[in-house]
């Protein structure tokens, strides 16, 4: 039964109307936009035509300046977030901070917030409080142009609307612009069946991934044993091929031993579990005596295999890693070397996409860094050659990020938000770190201490020169270039610094715990509660 709603026509933009009309029922509502800008400009938008009463004005204000207040230099995006939230609206999506997002969705779980504005980020995996999901965009553009997404992805933004918990019942509105576009909508995600779900294990960076772990985790040994295993899976059910199956885990068995992560030997005379003897295998209708044969082979993980199992990399990048660092032990290397070297693995995708008019001076910056790279440059018209510009990009912006380039200055040059910033460092910082556990391995003992030099960077922003000083608790990169360019720039200058000048540049609490980290006890009473020098932006302190 199709059922009509009034909503009041206040502006032009159907989305807002309805936002509105959710905050006139003294209800929230949650709203999709395919992009990151489509949802910040929606949430400007509903702000600026919200009228907010004087008994919420203090909390949203405060609520605002701790949206503010997570980055030491807030950026545009902070700003504009600050301006929503002071109306009771938001945006949300994966270019906000950790800390950002959690403000937003604990403020409307309070009721803070009524209205937030996201991409799909939202979509799965939160208990909202929202009667009402307004899907703005039905269409996002992929590999061949604009198309509608999955009705997958529709039923899981729908169906945050009038959640068990909150609401008996609720609203998801679809915005569309004409009668036929109506008619689609309804057969697609009304009436339309939802896609098929398929087995991650047919992508093989998975595939790999978990077969090395399989036998590094001594699960499974032979090669019956692993054929066995893969048969029960809903990948198999789905393949349903058995002997396409068996030879894509054999050619896979073949790779991982050709990167050393595997040994094989003969196991004849090898028995199965009694559960797997039970179980009639399908390939069994495929046996030959050359089969028979291969499955009596026997697995066992290589001291590197077996790490590589542990850290959960992709053995494929692992293997990647393993080259550049023989490279490594062979020629000079720079911070950009390693950086260039994560920036081109599967994990740390998407990278930075190299635009066209971009290229040229990508290639510039390329050429100054050509003798660092660890590994060798495509020829540009190879099908990778896209994919390692993109890596040339992004270890540049890696690269000024440990030249302590802030949030605002990378917002600027690289287009990349806060929140996606944090996500690179950390998988870099992951991948890093796994970098220096196959050197441990390799016994390639010089690079482990420039990867974790590097790693130490990564993690602060910070130029090598401020090390010394970030090993102090309480000092992170700010605090340490004041520090820094006041003549105050290892250890025993800390010893030695007068506790005024440190009260001045750190504060008298920070001042008095790293004097304290240097075997210096100080009488906090006799301490002077001075002036503290404000807390300015780091390219204040650029040289």
């Known amino acids: 039964m199709e059922k009509t709603a009034h909503i009041k026509q206040i502006t032009s933009d159907p989305t807002i109307n309805i936002a509105l009309d959710t905050l006139e029922k003294c209800k929230q509502a949650l709203v999709f936009a395919n992009t990151k800008r489509s949802a910040e400009k929606t949430a400007e938008d509903i702000s600026k035509k919200v009228k907010i009463s004087g008994t919420e004005t203090q909390t949203l204000q405060e609520l605002a300046e701790k949206a503010l207040k997570s980055l030491s230099r807030p950026t545009k995006q902070c700003q504009r977030l600050a301006r929503c939230i002071r109306k009771g609206t938001a945006f949300h999506h994966a270019g906000l901070t950790s800390k950002q997002r959690e403000l937003v969705e604990t403020a409307f779980k309070e009721k803070v917030i009524k209205i937030i504005c996201s991409t799909p980020t939202l979509a799965a995996g939160l208990d909202l409080p929202a009667f009402r999901t307004i899907l703005k965009d039905l269409k996002r553009f992929g590999m061949h142009g604009l198309q509608y997404i999955p009705t997958l992805e529709y039923l899981q933004m729908a169906g945050r609307a009038g959640r068990p918990k909150y609401d008996t019942w609720g609203e998801a509105i679809a915005i569309c612009k004409t009668p036929p576009e109506k008619d689609e909508i309804v057969e697609r995600y009304i009436n339309g069946e939802p896609e098929e ?88 209708i495929y046996k030959s005596d050359k089969d028979e044969k291969e499955d009596e082979i026997k697995y066992t993980p290589t001291p590197v295999g077996r790490r590589v199992a542990e850290i959960y990399i992709d053995p494929l990048t692992a293997h990647e890693i393993i080259e550049c660092l023989k490279t490594a032990t062979a020629k000079p290397t720079a911070a950009f070397s390693f950086l260039q070297m994560v920036s081109n693995t599967l994990e740390i995708r998407p990278q930075l996409r190299v635009r066209v008019k971009e290229m040229e001076e990508m290639q510039e910056e390329l050429i100054q860094y050509e003798s660092f790279l660890l590994m060798e440059e495509p020829s540009m018209f190879d099908g990778d050659y896209d994919y390692f510009m ?90 340490s270039r004041k520090m820094f360019n006041n003549r105050i720039r290892t250890i025993g200058d800390v010893k030695e610094a007068p506790i005024v000048t440190l009260v001045q540049l750190v504060g008298r609490a920070t001042a008095i715990k790293i004097k304290e980290q240097v075997g210096i006890r100080i009488d906090k009473e006799k301490v002077p509660k001075g002036k503290r020098i404000g807390q300015l932006s780091l390219a204040k302190y650029q040289k």
């Open 390 to 479: 993109n890596s040339i990009k992004t270890a540049l912006f890696f690269h000024d990020w440990i030249e302590e380039k802030d949030e605002e200055q990378l917002l600027e040059k690289y287009n990349i938000t806060p929140g996606e910033i944090r996500v690179k460092l950390d998988t870099a910082n992951w991948l890093l770190y796994a970098s220096a556990e196959l050197a441990r391995l390799m016994q390639f003992q010089p690079i482990i201490k420039d990867i974790k030099k590097l790693r130490l960077r990564l993690k602060h922003g910070a130029k090598e020169e401020l090390l010394a000083l970030l090993k102090f608790k309480g000092i992170g990169r700010v605090r």
């Open 197 to 284: 779900i398929y087995s991650k294990l047919a992508v093989e960076p998975v595939l790999r991934t978990y077969l090395l772990s399989l036998i590094a985790g001594d699960f499974v040994r032979t090669k019956k044993q692993i054929i066995d295993f893969f048969e029960k899976t809903f990948w198999a059910y789905q393949f349903k091929d058995m002997q396409k199956l068996n030879e894509i885990i054999t050619r896979m068995l073949g790779r991982l031993e050709e990167w050393e992560f595997l040994k094989s030997s003969c196991a004849s005379g090898t028995q199965g579990t009694a559960e797997q003897s039970d179980f009639i295998s399908a390939s069994d």
